[in-house]
C-alpha cells in the first residue's frame, strides 16, 4: 500500500483491538498517534512499533472532551504530521438490564463511543479536506443489532453505523472515505468484563460463543485489525459508507 509516512490517529489504542490496529497501521508505514485516556498505559503499544522501526507517539485523551480532542489533534499534528486516517475506537463498558441501567451508564457509553467519535472526526477532517484524501474508520459492534444487557452499547454502535455513512456523504467529495467495522466476540479485555458481569470463566465464556460461531473460534485483536487496515488503505478509495462485520460468520 501506498500509504507510507501518512499519519493515523488510533483511539482507545493502549490495549485489544485499538492496540493490534495502532500495530498494523505503523507497520504498514503509517506513524501512529495512539491515543488514550492515560497516555501512560500507551506506552507498551508506542513500544511495540518503535521496537519494529516505526514511529509512533503516546497522548492522552479523553475523546467525549470537546478541548482535549482540539489540543490532542493539534499536538499529532505538531509532532507527527497531520492526520489523515482516523480510527475511532475507544469505548467502555456499562452493561445492565434496562430496569437497573443508571442515567450515568447510559451517558458514559453515548459520550465515549458516539460524542467521541463525533469530535475526533469533526477535529481531523480538515487535515483530511486539505490534503484531499482521508480515511475515517469507525468501531460498531455485532451489538448494533441488539444484545440482552447492552441497550446503551447497542444503542451507541448503530448510532456510529447512521454516523459513517453520513460522514462518507458529506466528505466524499474531498477525496475521504468513511466506513464501519463491526466486530463480533472478539478476546479482549473488554469481553473478559462480559464475563464476569454473568459470572463465568473467560474461557468457558469464550468457548460458549465459539460453539456458535460458524468457523468455531472466536475473534482475536488482528482479525479486527486486518479488516480496518483495508479500509485505510489505497485500495479502499472506491469504498465508503459500509458496515463490516467481522464475526467469523453471517449473523442473523
Known sequence: MSTTGRVAIVTGAARGIGAATAVRLAREGRAVAVLDLDEGACAETVEQITAAGGTALAVGCDVSDAAAVEAAVARV????GPPVVLVN???????????KMSEDDWDTVMSVHLRGAFLMSRACQKHMVDAGFGRIVNLSSSSALGNRGQSNYSAAKAGLQGFTKTLAHELGKFGVTANAVAPGFIATDMTAQTAARVGMGFDDF???AASQIPVRRVGRP?????????????DAGFVSGQVLYVAGGPLD
Open 77 to 80: 499534528a505538531a509532532e507527527l
Open 206 to 208: 469464550q468457548a460458549a
Open 89 to 99: 475506537n475507544a469505548g467502555v463498558l456499562r452493561d445492565n438490564l434496562l430496569f
Open 222 to 234: 488482528d482479525d479486527v485489525a486486518g479488516a480496518i487496515a483495508f479500509f485505510t488503505g489505497e
